[in-house]
T-cell receptor, first 114, second 113 residues
């Protein structure tokens, strides 16, 4: 059974700092991995999707990397801003499946202080 | 562009009462549709998914059911709510290819008292 772990559970940083969020998964037989952002009381917004054949994806100040063999992904946020404060979740999709049986981590709650 | 609507945003219901949450998607055809529940300390749990009208797959045994009466409509229901049904319910959709992103609605906070 796939398990996804995100460390740390919470992180507080001053504005302008570069930071890394971690995601690890136990079964490396994945099809892809997604990073999501969730604001309090809201739905999830997809940030980046990395296919199993890819090593990284970039969008603006965000960079996500994937090391499938070691079961790890990182989300790098450059020059953090207070507006980046949110919970960040990663989710993996198994290689063999129908539908979308994503397994989610419990998220890292990020606070960027002005 | 595609949009997903989910309502209501919040709901307070007594134990034993029925439940109906609705989700609709606009701007796409034949989407995959999903219901997730997010409970504190448990992450997101997939409850149901559907690849077409009338086609529902349940991921976990529970007090809930789902229906897809139209291509872009997904309904989550219960005949009698339990206290343990409290949580944040999220509807989501994706195109029918596995490599596409998952798009979520704004969620319904359900409190069963």
């Amino acid at each position: 059974k796939q398990e996804v772990t995100q460390i740390p559970a919470a992180l507080s940083v001053p504005e302008g700092e570069n930071l890394v969020l971690n995601c690890s998964f136990t079964d490396s037989a994945i099809y892809n991995l997604q990073w999501f952002r969730q604001d309090p009381g809201k739905g999830l917004t997809s940030l980046l999707l990395i296919q199993s054949s890819q090593r990284e994806q970039t969008s603006g100040r965000l960079n996500a990397s994937l090391d499938k063999s070691s079961g790890r992904s990182t989300l790098y946020i450059a020059a953090s801003q207070p507006g980046d404060s949110a919970t960040y979740l990663c989710a993996v999709r198994p290689r063999e499946t129908s539908g979308s049986r994503l397994t989610f981590g419990e998220g890292t709650q990020l606070t960027v202080n002005p | 562009s595609q949009t997903i609507h989910q309502w209501p945003a919040t709901l307070v219901q007594p134990v034993g009462s029925p439940l109906s949450l609705e989700c609709t998607v606009e701007g796409t055809s034949n989407p995959n549709l999903y219901w997730y529940r997010q409970a504190a300390g448990r992450g997101l749990q997939l409850l149901f998914y559907s690849v077409g009208i009338g086609q529902i797959s349940s991921e976990v045994p529970q007090n809930l059911s789902a229906s897809r009466p139209q291509d872009r409509q997904f309904i989550l229901s219960s005949k009698k709510l339990l206290l343990s049904d409290s949580g944040f319910y999220l509807c989501a959709w994706s195109v029918s290819r596995r490599d596409e992103k998952l798009f979520f609605g704004s969620g319904t906070q359900l409190s069963v008292l």
